[in-house]
């Protein structure tokens, strides 16, 4: 199993469980969950209400080695 990444974080510092993301994107919590394991990616139109929920733009919450870096010039 791969491990939380950047979305998952930035879920968490929303203070939004999994339930709570996933109702406000229209998937379940299993899908939300592939997601944050990158398992799955979100269809584009996701990604951007993922951006606007959680106040980051989507190459940021996709592109661990920006993350891993500790990058913060895309928050929007």
Known sequence: MKEEGCLADYRKRAGLTQVQL???LGVS???LSSYERAVTTPKPFQMQRLEEILGVS????FHDEFYKEG???NVL
């Open 22 to 24: 996933a109702k406000q």
């Open 29 to 31: 919590q299993q899908t």
């Open 58 to 61: 989507k190459e940021v919450l």
């Open 71 to 73: 990058g913060n010039e």
